[in-house]
């Protein structure tokens, strides 16, 4: 605990507008703070490297879920919380609603954002390896106007990403599954040291379908295993259309230990990390195989 906290400004706003103004007049100098549970804690270990936050908490234009028959869009201000409520991310995309319920506790849940879960960028975060997976895609704005980015492709290196000073991440959108893709099974795993409020050691969010003996829609994304949360195309390739058996399942997991780079630090080793990933990789295969992900 800090008895001394350093002097900080927050501004609090209720336009976008406004909010993207100020980000336009001073770029670098003002920072979002969404519900905080990220910066909060690097405030508290007095390790928060910027000196002016805007509050974007009360920004309506960044709330609420929206349906339509193409896709569902959520405001970056959507927690996990809200996430777990919709019955439309429920039905469609549960591992998104699995993420939100192994994110934290229910404070964190009540107050954490997915548009901070993603602009904060820790490989580790919880939501990315599901965003991913299902190709979601997100709306930047700033005073110029706005533009969308696939979210695939979005961080650039570690803590880097594409998203510019001026800029707010206002709304993450997700790609309804097409009648097609129905009947699509969905694994997601989150490896820590505990069962609740641990940071992963390994994130593991998979979908497919099986037509017949083969393998196809494929999507694969791991988190705490690259610099990155990384989508795994190169072992989604290896693995398309393929006859799923034995021989399948080791050439994937070749690949996958081809593409990963997990590393050593203070919470897990690069060899166990690398272990998880893959035996997660051959669970999910071996379940679809039994159609029973
Ligand atoms: C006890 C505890 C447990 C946690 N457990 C987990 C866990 O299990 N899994 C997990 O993934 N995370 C976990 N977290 C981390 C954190 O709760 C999440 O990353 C959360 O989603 C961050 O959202 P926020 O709104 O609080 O972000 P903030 O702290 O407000 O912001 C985080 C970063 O994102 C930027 N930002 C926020 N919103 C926007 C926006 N709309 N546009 C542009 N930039 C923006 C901010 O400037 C800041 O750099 C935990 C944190 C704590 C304290």
Avoid at 166 to 193: A, C, D, M, S
Avoid at 218 to 224: C, F, N, V, W
């Amino acid at each position: 605990m800090r008895s001394n906290l350093p002097a900080y400004e927050l501004i609090s706003t209720t336009s976008l507008n406004d909010g993207l103004e100020l980000l336009a007049r001073e770029p670098e100098v003002w920072k979002p703070f969404a519900g905080g549970t990220d910066l909060m804690v690097l405030l508290e270990s007095g390790k928060l490297p910027h000196k002016n936050y805007l509050n974007i908490w009360n920004l309506k234009e960044l709330r609420g879920i929206e349906v339509t028959d193409a896709d569902v869009t959520m405001g970056a201000l959507t927690t996990y919380t809200d996430v777990q409520a919709n019955a439309v991310l429920r039905e469609e995309f549960p591992m998104l609603c699995q993420a939100a319920r192994e994110t934290g506790g229910l404070a964190i849940q009540n107050r954490g954002t997915l548009g901070g879960n993603i602009v904060n960028a820790s490989p580790a975060a919880d939501s990315p390896p599901a965003l991913l997976a299902y190709d979601a895609e997100l709306e930047l704005v700033s005073t110029s106007g706005s533009r969308s980015v696939p979210y695939q492709g979005f961080h650039t290196g570690y803590k880097s990403m594409l998203i510019q000073p001026q800029e707010l991440l206002t709304r993450i959108r997700l790609p309804r599954p097409r009648e097609e893709r129905k009947g699509l099974q969905h694994y997601y795993r989150k490896v820590g040291t505990r069962k609740a409020q641990a940071i992963s050691k390994v994130c593991f969010a998979a979908s497919a379908r099986m037509s017949g003996a083969q393998l196809v829609d494929l999507r694969i994304a791991l988190g705490s295993v690259a610099p990155i949360p990384i989508r795994c195309v190169a072992t989604e390739s290896v693995l398309r259309n393929q006859r799923l058996d034995r021989a399948t399942i080791e050439k994937g997991k070749q690949a996958l230990a081809k593409e990963i780079a997990p590393i050593d630090d203070i919470r897990s080793t690069r060899d166990y990390r690398l272990q998880v990933a893959l035996n997660l990789l051959e669970d999910f295969l071996y379940r679809l195989e039994r159609q029973g992900v």
